[in-house]
């Protein structure tokens, strides 16, 4: 069972995909039933991996690696360290979250829908647990499809737009991490004489730091675009006000997870040199990320919209700690990244509650909904103090770590850090306050249904983990840091390699013997 749990997690919402076809598209509460079940099973599935999991044992577990195109290396190679475990529990949760959020949101196409949801959630672990290359981007391209398909067909009125932007930005990082993998594939084959896309293989690989700089620059670009890092950050906010309820879930609580996981999994430990050289440069980007985002977000009139631009700036404290390259830094960019999909992903899910009421995101429409929705407003004050890394919330948990972390690498960047922090606090309970408290001033606020059972059944666990994280990360932490000191380990390898560099000194040669070429020893 062991040695088949990753392919099950990965390709079970697939069958639930095969039971949909034979459902009658009209039958819509069965096709939601089945959804659900599916969404739910696989989480189950999830639970027991994360059981089984040993925290204290270093490299992969669960691993499969069967050949598949024996001719070109190609291998079905799966398997998971403690970041990709909590990636995949991510994904399971919210897997499960939006077919439950999404059972009154979507009236037409719903059987399309449910399918392009389980398709995604496919996609999504595919990337998680993929060890061979050509794997990895067979399932990044895979989860491009039905994301096209939930934000173009089931979006808001800029939808097309919206769909076409996100593709096209996508795809574009996605040629340039093509050209990289294949470089990789042929260097290897020149130094091995073997065929092979093996990520475990080519981490040991000695890619000289020139080709390494390029390569580096192919990969990260595909994640900067996925992550987003400013200035690669434009296609998100369309894409999010856009999507339908869940699609924004998914997309602030996962995808932008890939591009983060792909530096960790990728750029990190096989281009620890060049890794290195881009530390200045991708800190500076964070940073005017996070100042960026943080300012702009806080002059939306729409509450979507300004959670939003609040993923770019949070999205910049994880590239900030994982490029401080300490363990710190680096626990608080993994652990931030499962706390930006709990807090982000609950704040739309908030959002897409009260549009199902009001069908408006506009601030200005609200105010005084603690009086007609007090239990509504509870849950929304929860959520945005998370957000905002209130202490025992588990946003607290990661900005800590990142700017300790920060602080020990390079102190200027930490304090410019910091100042995310402050501006988060600003737009974020000025936009709660401007929302659920004061006067009611729209008569349409008045008598405002509040939180059913299910919408109940949507936030709770979301508010669990809230907490549990916040009070208690020991367990996500334990399980990371084996992973995480394999990473730093060959990041310390490379600054050692990098200063014998550095300090090699070139050959004597004496002015006077320059036309002779030798250098005359006195006596001889």
């Given at each position: 069972?062991?040695?088949?749990?990753?392919?099950?997690v990965?390709?079970?919402?697939?069958?639930?995909?095969i039971?949909?076809?034979?459902?009658?598209k009209?039958?819509h509460?069965?096709?939601k039933?089945?959804?659900?079940?599916?969404a739910?099973?696989?989480?189950?599935w999830?639970?027991?991996?994360?059981?089984?999991?040993?925290?204290?044992?270093s490299?992969?577990q669960?691993?499969?690696?069967?050949?598949w195109?024996?001719?070109?290396?190609?291998h079905y190679?799966?398997?998971i360290?403690?970041?990709?475990?909590?990636?995949i529990?991510?994904?399971t949760?919210l897997s499960?979250?939006?077919?439950i959020?999404?059972?009154?949101?979507?009236?037409?196409?719903?059987?399309?829908?449910?399918?392009?949801?389980?398709?995604?959630?496919?996609?999504?672990?595919?990337?998680?647990?993929s060890?061979?290359l050509?794997?990895f981007y067979?399932f990044?391209?895979?989860m491009?499809?039905?994301?096209y398909?939930?934000i173009?067909?089931?979006?808001?009125?800029?939808?097309?737009y919206?769909?076409?932007?996100?593709?096209?930005?996508?795809?574009?990082?996605?040629?340039?991490?093509?050209?990289?993998?294949?470089?990789?594939?042929?260097?290897?084959?020149?130094?091995?004489?073997?065929?092979?896309?093996?990520?475990?293989?080519?981490y040991?690989?000695?890619?000289p730091?020139?080709?390494?700089?390029?390569?580096?620059?192919?990969?990260?670009?595909?994640f900067?675009?996925?992550v987003?890092?400013?200035?690669?950050?434009?296609?998100?906010?369309?894409?999010?006000?856009?999507a339908?309820?869940?699609?924004?879930?998914?997309?602030?609580?996962?995808?932008l997870?890939?591009?983060?996981?792909?530096?960790?999994?990728?750029c990190?430990?096989m281009?620890p040199?060049?890794t290195l050289?881009?530390?200045?440069?991708?800190?500076?980007?964070?940073i005017?990320?996070?100042i960026?985002?943080?300012?702009v977000?806080?002059?939306?009139?729409?509450?979507?919209?300004l959670?939003?631009?609040?993923?770019?700036?949070?999205l910049?404290?994880?590239?900030?700690?994982?490029f401080?390259?300490?363990?710190q830094?680096?626990?608080?960019s993994?652990?931030?990244?499962?706390?930006?999909?709990?807090?982000?992903?609950?704040?739309?899910?908030?959002?897409?509650?009260?549009?199902?009421?009001?069908?408006?995101?506009?601030?200005?429409?609200?105010g005084?909904?603690?009086?007609?929705?007090?239990?509504?407003?509870?849950?929304?004050?929860?959520?945005?103090?998370?957000?905002?890394?209130?202490p025992?919330?588990?946003?607290?948990?990661?900005?800590?770590?990142?700017?300790?972390?920060?602080?020990?690498?390079?102190?200027?960047?930490?304090?410019?850090?910091?100042?995310?922090?402050?501006?988060?606090?600003?737009?974020?309970?000025?936009?709660l306050?401007?929302?659920?408290?004061?006067?009611?001033?729209?008569?349409?606020?008045?008598?405002?249904?509040?939180?059913?059972?299910?919408?109940?059944?949507?936030?709770?666990?979301?508010v669990?983990?809230?907490?549990w994280?916040?009070?208690y990360?020991k367990?996500?932490?334990?399980?990371?840091?084996?992973a995480?000191?394999?990473?730093?380990?060959?990041?310390?390898?490379?600054?050692v390699?990098?200063a014998?560099?550095?300090?090699?000194?070139?050959?004597?040669?004496?002015?006077d013997?320059?036309?002779?070429?030798?250098?005359?020893?006195e006596?001889?």
């Amino acid at each position: 069972m062991e040695n088949q749990i990753l392919t099950l997690v990965t390709f079970f919402p697939l069958m639930g995909i095969i039971l949909l076809l034979f459902v009658p598209k009209t039958r819509h509460d069965t096709i939601k039933a089945v959804s659900f079940i599916v969404a739910f099973i696989n989480l189950l599935w999830s639970i027991w991996m994360y059981a089984m999991f040993d925290p204290v044992a270093s490299g992969m577990q669960f691993e499969v690696n069967i050949p598949w195109v024996s001719g070109f290396g190609i291998h079905y190679h799966l398997g998971i360290d403690g970041i990709s475990l909590l990636l995949i529990m991510l994904t399971t949760i919210l897997s499960t979250i939006v077919m439950i959020s999404s059972w009154n949101a979507i009236k037409t196409g719903v059987k399309g829908y449910f399918i392009s949801m389980l398709l995604l959630e496919t996609g999504m672990i595919g990337v998680f647990v993929s060890l061979d290359l050509f794997l990895f981007y067979v399932f990044w391209e895979a989860m491009l499809i039905p994301m096209y398909f939930i934000i173009g067909v089931w979006g808001g009125p800029r939808k097309i737009y919206a769909a076409i932007k996100f593709v096209l930005f996508t795809m574009f990082g996605s040629l340039l991490m093509l050209v990289a993998l294949l470089y990789l594939f042929f260097m290897y084959h020149g130094y091995t004489g073997e065929y092979t896309f093996d990520m475990l293989k080519m981490y040991e690989m000695p890619i000289p730091l020139g080709a390494q700089t390029y390569i580096f620059l192919a990969f990260a670009l595909a994640f900067a675009i996925k992550v987003p890092i400013w200035p690669f950050h434009t296609w998100l906010p369309d894409a999010h006000v856009e999507a339908p309820t869940a699609g924004s879930v998914i997309l602030a609580g996962v995808l932008l997870k890939m591009g983060t996981y792909g530096f960790i999994r990728i750029c990190l430990p096989m281009f620890p040199e060049a890794t290195l050289q881009f530390v200045p440069l991708i800190s500076i980007l964070a940073i005017i990320g996070i100042i960026y985002g943080a300012l702009v977000a806080m002059v939306q009139r729409d509450v979507k919209s300004l959670v939003a631009f609040s993923s770019v700036s949070h999205l910049g404290f994880v590239m900030l700690g994982m490029f401080a390259l300490n363990l710190q830094g680096m626990e608080g960019s993994v652990i931030q990244m499962i706390n930006h999909g709990i807090s982000t992903g609950a704040l739309f899910l908030i959002v897409g509650m009260i549009y199902e009421r009001r069908h408006t995101r506009m601030i200005a429409d609200f105010g005084g909904l603690s009086k007609s929705m007090p239990v509504f407003s509870t849950f929304f004050m929860i959520v945005t103090l998370s957000s905002i890394g209130l202490p025992f919330t588990n946003g607290f948990v990661g900005e800590f770590l990142i700017l300790l972390g920060t602080f020990a690498s390079n102190k200027v960047y930490a304090v410019l850090g910091a100042t995310g922090v402050i501006l988060a606090a600003c737009y974020m309970l000025w936009m709660l306050q401007r929302v659920i408290f004061g006067k009611i001033t729209k008569p349409e606020n008045e008598n405002l249904k509040d939180l059913d059972g299910r919408e109940k059944l949507v936030l709770i666990p979301l508010v669990i983990l809230i907490f549990w994280i916040g009070i208690y990360p020991k367990p996500f932490l334990r399980r990371m840091e084996p992973a995480v000191n394999d990473i730093l380990s060959r990041v310390e390898q490379a600054k050692v390699k990098l200063a014998e560099m550095e300090n090699k000194t070139d050959p004597v040669v004496y002015e006077d013997d320059r036309q002779l070429g030798t250098v005359e020893i006195e006596g001889e």
